[in-house]
Structure formats: structure tokens, C-alpha cells
T-cell receptor, first 113, second 112 residues
Framework: KAGVTQTPRYLIKTRGQQVTLSCSPISGHRSVSWYQQTPGQGLQFLFEYFSETQRNKGNFPGRFSGRQFSNSRSEMNVSTLELGDSALYLC????????????FGPGTRLTVL | SQQGEEDPQALSIQEGENATMNCSYKTSINNLQWYRQNSGRGLVHLILIRSNEREKHSGRLRVTLDTSKKSSSLLITASRAADTASYFCATDEDTGFQKLVFGTGTRLLVSP
């Protein structure tokens, strides 16, 4: 099976812009989770989607949003970018049960100038 | 916020030696998973141990879980230079949803 794919891999934006990141999960997986990784805060949970519904949300401002399509692919959007949004954004896919392993994609490196 | 603390923060060993990393967490969990990350790339899943398990093996990896102490350890035996990476523990709380809470990570350097 193909692994989790994320596009784009690298992105440079300026403050105030918005950005959309994409994640394609492993075939058959219905859950997609998003995480932000920064040197200061480490790995932080953003949100999780299962069958097109957001099931769980982390402690991030409303500028961070996401959605999931019927084919389980997911996008996350960040509006009004701030310098502090520079991070590695990782998505993970799983079958959706809390005891399932989560498999991560290679990440999207976002730099906000 | 991060739930787990990992110890040590950094570990430097020679090839062939064993590496042990420890993870402590705060709340009750459904399972605990260990991941490896090379140089800011994606996370590679290593092993999952459920809350009702005490020990699990996978190749050169041995994971233990002590739910009474809210702690876990990852042992890598006969380390290789290719094991150089950051290692993270992640807990999945017993909520029914998928949400991993990561530890702070251990940076492992294995020298030839």
C-alpha cells in the first residue's frame, strides 16, 4: 500500500496570507489527524477528521481549519498567517479506532516571512 | 500541550551499545506508541503497546509499560549508526477518538 502523502512538501508565505495543505491517507483509512511541530512547542495536535466529520480539535485559534472529503483526503487551511505559524505540519492516517496505529506522512515545511 | 516528558533529552552512544529511553505521562491511556523522526522529516511508527500489556518486542526494539507509574521505556539493542534520530513517545488517551499527545523526545546519536 502507498503511504501517507502530503503536498506541498515545502512552502514559503508572507504574513497575512493564507495557505492550504493537503493530505492523502493510506487507502482504506478513514481517519486523518493533523499535527504541528515547532522547536518551541514540540508536536501539537491540531484536529482529527473521520468520515468527513471533525471529531476532535486541539487548542489552536480559529485561523486553523480543516476538512475531509468523501475519499478521506484532507486539507488544512491557515488564514492570516503569522510568523509563529512557521512549522512542520504533519498528517497521520489510521483506521480510526483509538487503539489503531497512526501512520504519518513526510510533512509540509511551512515558512512564514 | 505536551503530556509526556522523555528522558534523557539527548543520548550519545557507540555502535553496538544499547540505548534506553524513558517516557512519563500524566493521564490514563488506551495505548502508547513510539515513533522515530529523522532530521525534521515525518514520523515513523515503531511500536504500539496497549494499556493492558506490560512488554512488547519488535526486532531490536523492546518496549515496557508501567501504567501504575505512568511510564514507558524503549530499549534499542545493538544500536547502529542508522538508528540516529529523535524518538518520541505518544499516548492515546481513552477517549475513543484519535488524538496523540507527544512527549518531548529523545535525540539519539549513534557513532560508528
Amino acid at each position: 500500500k502507498a503511504g501517507v502523502t502530503q503536498t506541498p512538501r515545502y512552502l514559503i508565505k508572507t504574513r497575512g496570507q493564507q495557505v492550504t495543505l493537503s493530505c492523502s491517507p493510506i487507502s482504506g483509512h478513514r481517519s486523518v489527524s493533523w499535527y504541528q511541530q515547532t522547536p518551541g512547542q514540540g508536536l501539537q495536535f491540531l484536529f482529527e477528521y473521520f468520515s468527513e466529520t471533525q471529531r476532535n480539535k486541539g487548542n489552536f485559534p480559529g485561523r486553523f481549519s480543516g476538512r475531509q472529503f468523501s475519499n478521506s483526503r484532507s486539507e488544512m487551511n491557515v488564514s492570516t498567517l503569522e510568523l509563529g505559524d512557521s512549522a512542520l505540519y504533519l498528517c497521520a492516517s489510521s483506521q480510526g479506532r483509538s487503539y489503531n496505529e497512526q501512520f504519518f506522512g513526510p510533512g509540509t515545511r511551512l515558512t512564514v516571512l | 500541550s505536551q503530556q509526556g516528558e522523555e528522558d534523557p533529552q539527548a543520548l550519545s552512544i557507540q555502535e553496538g551499545e544499547n540505548a534506553t529511553m524513558n517516557c512519563s505521562y500524566k493521564t490514563s491511556i488506551n495505548n502508547l506508541q513510539w515513533y522515530r523522526q529523522n532530521s525534521g522529516r515525518g514520523l515513523v511508527h515503531l511500536i504500539l503497546i496497549r494499556s493492558n500489556e506490560r512488554e512488547k518486542h519488535s526486532g531490536r526494539l523492546r518496549v515496557t509499560l508501567d501504567t501504575s507509574k505512568k511510564s514507558s521505556s524503549l530499549l534499542i539493542t545493538a544500536s547502529r549508526a542508522a538508528d540516529t534520530a529523535s524518538y518520541f513517545c505518544a499516548t492515546d488517551e481513552d477517549t475513543g477518538f484519535q488524538k496523540l499527545v507527544f512527549g518531548t523526545g529523545t535525540r539519539l546519536l549513534v557513532s560508528p
